[in-house]
């Protein structure tokens, strides 16, 4: 961080990782955002966006940090969480909302009231004396320029390579990229350039949490090709005491109240929560830990446990989301079903929501242990399901994703099932011909279509369509219709890597004037060499054609650096060409700022325009000839502009693949609000779904680049190698279950479960519904729709959820 | 589990136990962690039990379902807020009503005791998955829900027509049938859950089993005058 901005000189302005510390809870005032000069709420912030990045000046970083638009809209919204009241302005550049659910996040932000986006370069003016508040001079086409007063001042910095790069570099003797990155052989973008080393994260360049974790497992899922021989060498299973049956014993309950650092303890009297449980029926134990989850500390609740002879315990902490699995190990360390295990949230759901009103805060965490101590008394101990794994995969696509995943478990040694839908393999990388960096991608295509034809275990089916798909994890049974007939397919995992589409616009005259093409035909054409193109004097391209308006509310990532690189490409064929590229906010993240900057200097216009004032396209019949005249609103120059172009390439937006849905059915896997599939977490598990055993990958989870795609193929391979490196995997308990006493065979557990769970087997009392155990995933829809409650939601049962609301009201 | 898995007699029971109001939150519409979307399902449990808090004489708006994702904290507060601002000015459950507390106890637990006749006859309903919010409106009505009460069904043995031949007693679900061979079946209308598999299941050429509406159940026949004399047997015994 260099002194721009007042930074180091002006007390309140501060960097956005310095303001990410004061909005966290362990944070240097414990999640109050305190300014520095006199430790007051300040109620005016200002966002400087673009802080060291995309700028040429000596010192700062000419690529985009790829994060910080969304990472700031997040600080906003955080902001107005801790004070509704809070003004924020965010002062930026382009908003680069081009990852997934990125353009309704930033439409979140900008929605909330007293937030203000302000498009403006900005200077620092000066730090007032006596309030030490910071002034901002900026620019906007209303107002002109103007003198704003600032509480406080966030820049957003962007991410650096990390500080020994170049240490690192030469230990490993791998070599950097010219931004002091790794750089990444071509073909294989988390390979370094020495074979057997490879690369995941930000360490390629700025990266999101997702690619992070898909790189990761992609770069494990090419340890493993190397390494498969030596798999499971060094692995111990882990052994567990034999558990004891303490079904008919009375309860005996142990409750456990963490502080979570300070996270509970600074808001909820914890000592007097453990008072309060002893007071509880069936509670013979209580205590309070630091932080339960610490390794001494759920090893301490396994010694209690057979101390005390507790029979059930409960953890009062934080969401089960994340630790439930590690507390219940500590009760089969003990020897007790971990299903005997029970969590009150006292953290998510308490603490955090009500830090202000700490005897409340108290009093509800009370509330919630003794819920959980009722609930606990009618726990039952359920047995998960070891399932067999079939070892062999199926791959749904045949792209550059669907072939690098299957390649990448054929290595592992598996056998793959690769399905594809068209005649030939390739999918969308068939019409593209060359990359931004100017690689010849038919020529990569056609080795990776070698590769997977002549490897042994990769089984190809084109013209293909699947039919039917059954099963669950470790046991599909996949039925594909091809030029070879219908066959069943066995196998363990599916990956979903069917791609995507390009939407057909039916605006700007597109199949009205064949001069009008999207931007994948004019590739096409150049790659050809089509004369009327590459000879053309004029050439538009009009970005957003389809997205990011209210019918597809996402950006399609890709396109931006798309027209860029067909602008470089005949601009390198015909310098004298003038090409205008209308846009919304260029999303050129990462490195391909680069190619932004070099189009710019190459003399590409580049006109912003307003998605509500969109440019006209129409045909105008000049001295017997008919133009193309394309006009557009100009907010620097302030004025209309009409283009005559020879050429007008739409950037059409990336859509779903048109069989999504027919396929998200087969597998039982859900689409998200556009229809593109949808990871278990868009986050932390950004190739799984909610459904086991189920992959993803490619543009079916998103639009994106091509080295993405690949990089997810990988990731996904990895993931699946997880489960098939295994003989077993393990089915939850809690599912449900048919008295079968109590069935009267109305079938209304059927028509609620998709899954088909559900089926009727015919008995001597007539009709009676049968759960299949490893395909319910425990939703309990059947639950509440039985009349006869005949059918239970193990772990969740009426007894166990009425006891808990008749527990919620305590001793009034 | 499912914010589908939130069954009526949940809600009916928070309302007996005298709670003030009942708050659902699912995730959003069209959106499911599983491919279930469940969310509907309680959503139109909720819309019937709205109607039923009507038909009870209390305020639907003690009950509210909303829908929304693990990361829209700030809604989720914001709603919660608002119910319970709702919720303090609609007052103590019942005495803004103007429903004596004990009285209002016994009308709730009186229809938590007919959730599963509610789920078979409501089920089209309660499965069904509304796309907007005009069609929620109209799911349930006051009246649908008055005639749903006014004309419940129970199911009745005529002890004339019964042979005894267990099949009813052998299928009820709940063991609401007291008989056994040679002894007329009676439906203990206490422990009935009028699910209607005695009716379906009484052969044809018996139909003994019978469904009254609007009119009070025949008692039950006295236990000394269960026992059926077969003719065949008679002529033996001759």
């Known amino acids: 961080m260099k002194g721009d901005y007042g930074y180091g000189k002006m007390q309140n302005v501060v960097t956005s990782m310095d303001y990410e510390r004061l909005l966290c809870s362990t944070g240097p005032y414990e999640g109050e955002i305190l300014r520095p000069s006199d430790k007051k709420h300040p109620h005016k912030t200002a966002w400087i966006q673009c802080v060291g990045s995309r700028r040429v000046t000596p010192g700062d970083n000419s690529y985009c940090s790829a994060v910080c638009c969304t990472y700031t809209q997040k600080q906003v919204i955080l902001t107005k969480d801790h004070d509704a009241g809070a003004e924020c302005t965010i002062f930026h550049n382009d908003i680069r909302s081009y990852g997934k659910d990125f353009e309704r996040f930033y439409q979140r932000a900008e929605n909330l009231p007293g937030v203000r986006f302000i498009r403006s370069y900005v200077s620092i003016g000066k730090e007032i004396q006596e309030s030490k508040n910071v002034t901002i001079r900026y620019a906007t086409t209303e107002d002109g320029v103007k003198e704003e007063e600032f509480d406080l001042v966030v820049l957003s910095v962007g991410l650096n390579p990390p500080a020994d790069y170049e240490d690192l570099a030469d230990k490993f003797g791998i070599e950097l990229n010219s931004h002091g990155f790794c750089k990444a052989i071509p073909s294989n973008p988390l390979s370094t350039t020495r074979p057997g080393i490879f690369v995941s994260g930000a360490f390629q360049g700025p990266t999101d949490i997702p690619e992070s974790v898909f790189t990761a497992s992609g770069a494990g899922s090419q340890c493993g090709e190397l390494l498969d021989y030596r798999r499971g060498k060094l692995t111990q299973e882990r052994i567990y005491p034999p558990e004891k049956d303490v079904s008919r014993e009375e309860p005996r309950i142990g409750v456990f109240v963490c502080h979570c650092g300070a996270n509970i303890g600074r808001v909820v009297s914890v000592p007097s929560t453990v008072e309060y449980a002893l007071t509880l029926p069936h509670v013979v134990y209580a205590q309070e830990q630091l932080f339960s989850c610490a390794s001494n500390c759920a090893k301490e609740i396994t010694d209690i446990i057979k101390e005390k002879g507790l029979n059930r315990v409960i953890v009062a902490a934080c969401s089960p989301r994340t630790l439930e699995p590690l507390f219940r190990d500590t009760l089969r360390e003990a020897g007790i079903n971990q299903y005997y295990f ?156 069917i791609g995507a589409d390009i939407y057909k616009p039916t605006e700007y005259l597109y199949g009205e004037d064949d001069r009008v093409i999207t931007h994948l035909e004019l590739e096409e054409r150049i790659s050809k060499g089509d004369e009327k193109i590459i000879s053309a004097e004029s050439l538009v391209m009009i970005q957003c054609v389809g997205c990011r308006n209210e019918d597809r509310n996402y950006c399609s990532r890709i396109c931006c650096s798309v027209s860029i690189k067909n602008a470089l490409k005949l601009k390198e064929i015909n310098p004298l060409m003038d090409i205008y590229i209308l846009y919304r906010d260029m999303m050129t993240y990462g490195f391909s700022e680069d190619y932004y900057r070099e189009a710019s200097n190459r003399e590409v216009k580049f006109i912003r325009y307003d998605p509500l004032d969109k440019p006209l396209v129409e045909t105008v019949k000049e001295g017997g000839t008919s133009r193309l005249r394309i006009a557009v609103t100009d907010y620097i120059l302030g004025k209309k502009l009409a283009i005559d172009a020879d050429c007008l390439a739409l950037a059409a937006a990336v859509i779903p693949s048109a069989g999504a849905k027919e396929v998200a059915g087969l597998f039982k896997v859900s689409l998200g609000p556009d229809d593109f599939f949808k990871e278990a977490h868009v986050k932390l598990k950004p190739v799984e779904f909610a459904a086991d055993g189920v992959y993803l990958c490619g543009m079916a989870q998103y639009p994106k680049h091509m080295p993405e795609a690949i990089s997810q193929a990988y990731g996904a391979a990895g993931r699946v190698l997880t489960l098939l490196s295994h003989d077993t995997v393990i089915a939850s308990g809690s599912v449900c279950e048919v008295d079968q006493k109590k069935c009267t065979g109305c079938g209304a557990c059927i028509s609620a479960c998709t899954y088909d769970a559900i089926e009727f087997r015919e008995t001597r009392q007539g009709k009676k519904a049968v759960v299949n155990p490893v395909i319910c995933k425990g939703d309990g829809l059947c639950n509440a729709r039985c009349p006869t409650g005949a059918i239970t939601l193990k772990h969740f049962t009426d007894a166990e959820l009425l006891s808990q609301i008749d527990a919620a009201l305590g001793d009034v | 589990m499912c914010s589908g898995r939130v069954d009526l007699s949940f809600v009916l029971r928070a309302f007996s136990n005298g709670m003030d109001g009942v708050f659902i939150g699912g995730c959003r519409l069209k959106e499911c962690n599983y491919i279930t979307h469940g969310n509907y399902h309680a959503l139109n449990m909720v819309l019937l039990g709205k109607k039923i808090l009507e038909h009870i004489g209390l305020n639907p708006e003690r009950l509210r379902i909303e829908f929304m994702s693990g990361g829209e904290g700030i809604l989720f507060a914001d709603v919660i807020n608002d119910f319970g601002r709702k919720v303090k000015e609609l007052g103590p459950l019942g005495k803004s009503e103007g429903i004596d507390k004990n009285e209002l106890k016994s009308k709730i637990q009186e229809v938590a005791k007919l959730t599963p006749y509610i789920k078979i006859v409501k089920r089209e309903k309660l499965e069904s998955r509304l796309e907007n919010k005009a069609e929620y409106d109209g799911l349930f009505t006051r009246e649908e829900v008055d005639r749903l009460f006014r004309e419940v069904i129970s199911y009745h043995i005529d002890p004339e027509k019964c042979q005894a031949c267990m099949i009813c007693l052998k299928k009820c679900p709940v063991e609401a049938i007291a008989g056994g061979k040679n002894r007329i079946h009676v439906i203990d209308q206490e422990k009935c859950i009028k699910c209607g598999t005695c009716f379906d299941a009484c052969p044809p050429r018996f139909g003994a089993v019978k469904t009254i509406s609007g009119e009070p159940v025949p008692p039950p026949l006295p236990e000394a005058e269960r026992t059926i004399i077969r003719k065949s047997k008679e002529k033996g015994a001759s």
């Open chain 1, 342 to 497: 029970e969590m009150a949230n006292i953290r998510e759901h308490n603490s955090w929501v009500h830090s202000k009103e700490k005897e409340e805060a108290t009093q509800k965490a009370k509330d919630i242990i003794r819920m959980s101590v009722a609930r606990a008394c009618h726990l039952e101990p359920l047995q998960e399901l070891d399932l067999p794994v079939n070892k062999t995969a199926l791959v749904v696509g045949g792209g550059v994703s669907g072939m690098t995943c299957a390649l990448s478990i054929a290595n592992q040694g598996h056998e793959v099932f690769l399905v594809e839908k068209n005649k030939d393999l390739g999918g969308m990388a068939r019409r593209i011909h060359y990359t931004l960096d100017g690689r010849d991608v038919q020529a990569y295509l056609r080795d990776l279509v070698e590769k997977v034809y002549r490897h042994p275990s990769v089984h190809v089916y084109t013209d293909a369509t699947i039919t039917e798909a059954t099963g669950y994890v470790g046991n599909f049974v996949t039925k594909v219709n091809s030029e070879r007939g219908v066959e069943e397919i066995k196998h363990g995992a599916a990956v979903i890597a």
